[in-house]
Structure formats: C-alpha cells, structure tokens
C-alpha cells in the first residue's frame, strides 16, 4: 500500500541484519583481527600449561612443574629469526629489568621457549640467550624436544606458527604469564614493555600479600 | 535466457570444490580479490533464477534498488574484515557462511538492484568503495603488526596493494564517467 515505505522497512530490516551479523562477528564489537579475539579468548578461558619437558640452555632436562608455585613470564621464539625474536627478547629483557629484583627468581621466572626445537639445541640456546643479558637461571631459554608435546603447549596458548619457504616462520608474537598454578593468566602487547612491566608487578605485589 | 544461472551454479560448484578452494586462499590477494569477486560473479549469474521465481518479492521490497545495495555494501565490508579473512580458513561454519553469503546475499541483490538505482546511487556506491578500498590499502600495508595470523606480512602489503590498485581503476572511472556523456551511446 505504501511502495515507499515498504522499501524504506525492507532498508531497515537489512540495517538490522548487518549490525547483528557485525556484532556477532566481532564479538560484540571487540575483536576485529583474529589475534584479538584469541587474546581475548584466552584471557576467558586462562588455559593450563601442559605438563611438557623441557630441556633448557644448560642441558638440563625438567618438567614444566619445577616452576610450581612461581609465576613464569614466557615468549615463543626461535634462534634463527631475524624479525620479531630479537626484537621481542630484547623487549622481554626491558620487562625483566623493570621487575623490582627481589621478585625475580623467587616470585617469577622469565622463561624463553623455541617453537623450532631442531636447530634449537641447549648450546645455541647458549649462545643466543647472552645476546640479551639473560642468565641462564632466573631467565631460561628451554626447547620441547617432543615434537607432539610442542603442538600441544602451541595450541593451547594459540600460538600459531607457519613456515615460510625460506626456513622461517611466521608467527605472533606476545608476553604469556602463567600463575603458580600453571594456568595462563595474562596475554600482553609485546610492544607495551612498561605496561606489561606494570602489569606483572602489580600481580606479584598482590601475590604476596595473598 | 535460462543458462545463465545454471553457469553460476556451476561457478559456484566449481570455487567450492576443496582443490580449488584450498589454491585460492593459500595466497592472500587470491583469496580476497580472486575467490570472493567470483563468488559475487556467481550470484551475478545466478540472480535471473529467483528473479523469475519470485518476482514479487523483489519487486515489492526491492523496488528502488537500495534496500539491495545495502546489503551488498554490508556483505562486502563484512569479508573486508581481517578477522573473518582468517576465520574462514580456521573454522569450517565461516567458511560455510562465505560461499553462501557472497552469491546469495552480495551478488543476487547487487543484480537486481543495479538496473533499478538511479545513477545518483550508482556513484555514491563506487566513491564509498573507493574510500573502503583506500582505506583498507592503507591499513594492510602500513599496518605496523600482522592482521592475519594466516598469512605472512608480505603477503598482507600485496594485498594493501591490490586495494590501492582496485581504488585508482574506480577513481579513473568515476573521472571519465563524470567528462563523458554516457547517454549519447545509448
């Protein structure tokens, strides 16, 4: 009866439909890249570190329960890269830096772990971990020898690597704390050194005081 | 008359099959600018089917074409989205949402709004594609992070490039089309 105004509803209906299909496809507006929406759902879900064995940059060889009852601040990284890695250590050395000292090795442990356990050997690990003022104790560089063990610590924490065809990787990159428990508690920008320095001291302060 | 839609349904078939599928969205610029126009394409062709057999339905809720370009605009800004570029090759239901939502729901309505708009819409919607596809070029290639966690950087400043590409060839055209007078040829 009104052609105008039917075309003005069916408009309408249309407007209506895009901001739900928008709403759900962002989460409500939140995350518009994937990686987003990963972080966030990470922070949702705070996954379980699982209980994968590590072999460090002094050979040593452990569970990842030997760091029980510590918070462990973790980066994905492999020796090789020439990109993000080196620029993501040298972030992660800010962070360790800024870390009032007496939490360091008591309270938190700043653990670095390969995702390319083949070239990543406990001596390049060695080697590589000097590079950025890490020593070795309070600041591990670790591999997981088991290839299975690897995909399931890199699935649960999203972390997401793809192999180019020049023997790299792409991958994302982030700060993972992971509370005494092993459940993973915070996913942070890893551009952000003083936030996420902040961020992590806060968290040990109210550690203590628990 | 009637084969144009039975080409569409086979271009459809054809981008859905899984070999085909997989090579497009192995690289990123086929993915956005190769897969989905020809899932768009598809619809295209495919538009006379339910012309024909609903005509009522377009012509009483479609009558002066916007109600349709509206919702092409919202499909093509919604697969403009980093985010639903990487889900549709890690969840099976986006991927599903894909193949129907870019026939049915961009290129059916694009055809049966197009010959009803009047060119006032006919431009406004190659300027607001335009400034999309600027903006988008702009954002995939001086983004300073990695949007997509399936696709490596460079592949993203190809694509950032493809849109620049795409945005200057619908510049040139709107230049052309506002010295030239069409309506002397037809």
Redesign the interface.
Known sequence: MF?KN??IL??L???M??AV??YI??DGFQ????????VNQLMDEKPQFPDVTLEDNNGRTYSFSEFEGKYVFITFLYTSCGTVCPELEVNMSEVYKQIPEDYIGHDIQFLSISFDPERDDPKTLDTYRKAFGSDGETWRMARIPDKQELKSLLDRFGV?V?P?EYGNF?H?SAFYLVNPKGQLIEVMDYTLTEEAADRVTEILLSGREE | MMKSPVYGLLLLLALILPPAANLLESIMITHMHMQMPLLVISGLFMAKFFQNRFPGFFSKWNENGVPGLLLFSIIMVYWSLPRTMDEALTLTSVEVFKFISLPFLAGVPLRDSWPKLSSFWKHALIIFFTILFLALGWLYIWSPVQLCNNYLVIEQITLGWGFISTAFAMVVYLIYSYFMDFSKYE
Not at chain 1, 31 to 38: G, L, V
């Open positions: 052609p039917r075309t069916s408009s209906l249309v407007l439909f895009g299909l928008f496809g962002t995350a518009f890249t994937a990686e987003s929406a990963r997401i793809i180019d792409a994302n």
